[in-house]
Structure formats: C-alpha cells, structure tokens
C-alpha cells in the first residue's frame, strides 16, 4: 500500500489547512484528555508518596496539550508537509516588540476597571482552591506564565485565529476565536457572564496582537504579562505565605 502524498498548499493561501482539519482535532480534544488523565495517574501511582492535589490537578492538563499538538504535528506533517512553528507564526523578533511587554499589564488594568463598572462577582475558582502553600503557589504561578500562555496561543492564535480569519474575514475572525477561549474557562467561574465577557475581551486583544504583528509569540508574550500581572497581585495580597 503506497503512502498518500502530502497535499500541496495553495499558492497564497494561508493557512493550508481546513476547518476539516479542525473538526477531527476538535474530535480529538476529549480522547487526549482521557488519555492523559489515564497516563498521568499510571504514573503518579509509581512514584513514592501522595502527591500534592496541584500536582495531580496540572499534570492531566498538560499531559493532554502534549497529545493534542503531537496530532496536530502529524496533520500538519501528513496532510501539508509544513513544520510546525513557522506554521504557526513562531516569529522573533516582531514589529514594536518592546511595547509588547506593556499591553498585557495595561490590559489587566481595562479588566480590572471593566470588572468593577459591571460588578462582577468574586467567584474562588478551581485554581485557587489548589494556591494553598507556597509549593502549590509557585508551581501554579509558574505554569500559569509559562506553558498556559503558550498552549492556548498556539491552538487559539497559531491555528485557529488564521483559519476564521481568512474564512470570515480579520475582526469576524478574531472575535470567532476569542469565543471558544473565553467558554473554556467558563466553568472555573461558574459561567458569571461578566468573567466570560471578560475573557473574551482578554482573548480578543491577545488576537490583535498576534494580527497587527503576525507572531504568534508576540500573542504569547502579551497572554503571559497579563497572567503574571494578575499572580503579582495575588502574591502580595498572600505575602504572608512567603514570610
């Protein structure tokens, strides 16, 4: 049985893929995350000792976004023929890259201000249940500024956002991939419409960013200063921990 050839990509068309394409990865969102649940309990088992609740709650999560760009790595690879940073817009440096550092502190700022007219509710979430010693902090604070930032980007601003925007034009675009951003954080503030309007403004400047400097790491950066702004504030209101 001959090997299928990898499509060519239309001259100018970017991205190559297809919203096929994304089905089948869409499809293969709950297979990687039960899979990783299975792995990362298989192997917490073998190790000496209980693990700590953050320990067992990130590993899944992450386990899970370790599959999911392995098969998007294959479609890409299989189908295109295209290595997998340069087709998701991995670009340093980029366009006015030190005013980058400033936008997602100036974004929690909006939020901040946003989140008050509209009185949203203080609602403790599933992650903050877990921030309650400083091993539990820092490991959170870390994944939080760190690979967090860069998974999303790379699903929601490498692939996804090219795709709605070259189907639905860039504002539509834009706004189409913000939205399944801000519902998958839903859940951690018990759908309060206020957060998940929140988010999806959050999501639709990180888009802008990756748009207006066409970088998917610039996206990234922003998406990091805004979460590490947001556990700056949480350290000091619980310096107590770290004293």
Known sequence: MTRPQPLEPQPGVFPPWSWTDAAVLAGLTLPCLLLAVALSYGILLLLPGPQPDVVRAIAPQFGAYALWFGALWVVLKQRY???????????????????????GPLLVLVVAVLGEVMRTPQIENAVQRLLRD?????????????????AEELIFRGFLQ????????????????????????????????????????????FGLVRWRTDSTAASTLTHATYNLTFFTAFLLQRKDLFT
Not at 81 to 103: E, Y
Not at 134 to 150: D, K
Request: proline residues 8%.
């Open 134 to 150: 400083r091993f539990s902090i820092l490991l959170v604070g870390f994944f939080a500024t760190t690979l967090g930032p860069l």
């Open 81 to 103: 023929n295209l290595a997998f940073w340069p087709s998701m817009a991995w670009r340093i440096p980029w366009p006015k890259m030190g005013l980058t550092l400033f936008v």
């Open 162 to 205: 090219p795709l709605a925007m070259r189907t639905f034009g860039s504002w539509l675009g834009i706004a189409l991939a913000s939205l399944p951003f801000a519902l998958l954080h839903g859940p951690q503030y018990s759908w309060s419409w206020q957060h998940v309007l929140l988010l999806f403004l959050a999501s639709f400047v």
